[in-house]
């Protein structure tokens, strides 16, 4: 443990806190709904591609840059620059990174207080309470803006603590309750009439869509959006780790926790709308096409519980709790990116920092409820369609072409000094000079021309 920076105090800790940050609300909501409106299981399929093969490489560069850093997103860039204009850069994606994860908060904590009012619903209903049951379940100003204050708060509270007793000691008892919930869901969700229909429909590809252009941009800014890259979160995590850690396989771990966990959440949440389907739920669209985003979450599914009578109000609890959860943990890490920057280069106190940061962003996400209509889309696009492929870009760019490649292998060696005759030395250096950046410049090109 260093005296001045936190640091995470054991492999199992880093992994929680990562896979914690990954594993989110894009895995659990985005990803099945992503794969209900894009023919099933060919975007699963370009899903796994490109996780393994583009995605976990610019992991690697964002965790090496911070682990080298030791510092938060600023400072690390910088110390892997040589010159003037070179820092000048270093700063803009630092700091670039550190806003977009600040404005994903933003919204992010809006969704995340919809997911805990329906967590609070059904307990709302089994207090025989009508009046707060139908509050919680409607969309109003008063309720947006109460539960994202709350969720704001929580992210705070857990933040304020410090790397080891705040992020660490909340992932590694967050994430356990995360993966019970949503195995134990799974199972009920299987034994339903129609559950095999929708694990057909989730796991037998229709290849003809797979080089669909659109497919793969939506594929890629998935994989990103879940993988927390561009964002500079996964370079403070990295700043967090032990020199004597094995970078190469922390990274495959967290890039395989985070896929597994998109996939096992594919397995509740389609075959649960065909449970629908057979329950009598409408669950296609006039156009024919699955029901998706926020209809499937909060039209189908609730319909779902309440045609399951009294164990519907524990399911449905069961489902938005596990929604919550997902949601914190990845918040936390959000929050962590602005709080780093600000303690270390402004020498504020963490809990000062934690909670004026903490309470920009209430404003921000305040007054994005208040435009609802014209912001909230706006800030989504912002950071996940131009934000964060391209801040993920600039990182593969400094480890691929600015960075020392002899003093990059020495980075990666400590902790793990078999690397140089590996595998992944082989094959990573070249994949982010070249491969990365050209295939998610391509793939950037193609989303903003489609
Ligand atoms: N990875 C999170 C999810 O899949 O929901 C979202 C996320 C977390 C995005 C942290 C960006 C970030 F910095």
């Not at 850093?69 to 630092?94: C, E, M, P, Y």
């Not at 207080?113 to 207090?127: D, K």
Request: with cysteine; aromatic share 12%; glycine share 10%.
């Amino acid at each position: 443990m260093s005296a001045v920076r936190g640091e995470f105090s054991s492999r199992f800790g880093f992994i929680m806190a990562a896979a914690g940050s990954a594993v989110g609300l894009g895995n659990i909501w985005g990803f099945p709904t992503q794969t209900a409106s894009n023919g099933g299981a060919a975007f699963l399929v370009a899903y796994l591609v490109l996780a393994f093969c583009l995605a976990y490489p610019a992991l690697m560069a964002e965790l090496t840059i911070g682990r080298h850093g030791q510092a938060n997103a600023v400072t690390s860039l910088r110390k892997i620059s040589n010159d003037g204009w070179q820092k000048h850069f270093a700063f803009v994606v630092g700091f670039g990174g550190i806003i977009c994860a600040g404005l994903i908060l933003s919204f992010y904590a809006i969704v995340a207080g919809w997911m805990i009012s329906a967590t609070l619903e059904p307990v709302a209903t089994l207090a025989g309470s009508q009046t707060a049951s139908t509050w919680l379940s409607e969309q109003s100003l008063s309720r947006d803006l109460l539960f994202t204050a709350g969720f704001i708060i929580l992210t705070v509270a857990i933040i304020s603590k410090g790397v080891e007793n705040g992020i660490e000691k909340w992932s590694k008892r967050l994430m356990p309750a995360l993966l019970s919930i949503l195995f134990a869901l799974i199972i009920y969700v299987m034994m339903q009439d129609g559950a095999m229909t929708g694990l057909k429909a989730y796991l037998v590809p229709d290849f003809s869509s797979i080089l669909d252009p659109e497919l793969l941009v939506s594929a890629l800014g998935q994989a990103f959006f879940s993988l927390s890259l561009g964002t500079s979160v996964m370079i403070i995590y990295g700043s967090y780790i032990s020199k004597k850690e094995n970078l190469v396989s922390l990274g495959a771990y967290v890039t395989l926790i985070d896929v597994f966990i998109a996939f096992v959440a594919g397995l509740l949440i389609i075959p649960a709308m065909y449970v629908a389907q057979a329950q009598g739920v409408e669950i296609f669209s006039a156009t024919g096409e699955l029901l998706s985003e926020d209809t499937l979450v909060f039209q189908v599914l609730p319909a779902l519980f309440d045609g399951m009578g009294t164990i519907g109000l524990f399911v449905g609890f069961a489902f938005f709790a596990l929604m919550s959860i997902a949601a914190l943990t990845s918040s936390i890490s959000m929050l962590e990116a602005p709080v780093s920057y600000a303690v270390e280069r402004f020498s504020l106190n963490r809990l000062s920092a934690t909670w004026l940061i903490g309470a920009i962003i209430a404003v921000v996400s305040f007054t994005i409820i208040l435009n609802f209509g014209t912001l909230f889309g706006f800030v989504i696009a912002l950071t996940t369609k131009f934000g964060q492929p391209l801040l993920g870009l600039m990182c593969c760019l400094f480890v691929g072409w600015i960075w020392y490649r002899n003093s990059l292998l020495t980075e990666i060696q400590q902790g793990c000094p078999e690397v140089a005759n590996g595998i992944f030395w082989k094959i990573w250096p070249w994949y982010i000079k070249f491969i990365c950046p050209i295939a998610i410049g391509l793939v950037f090109v193609s989303s903003l021309l489609g």
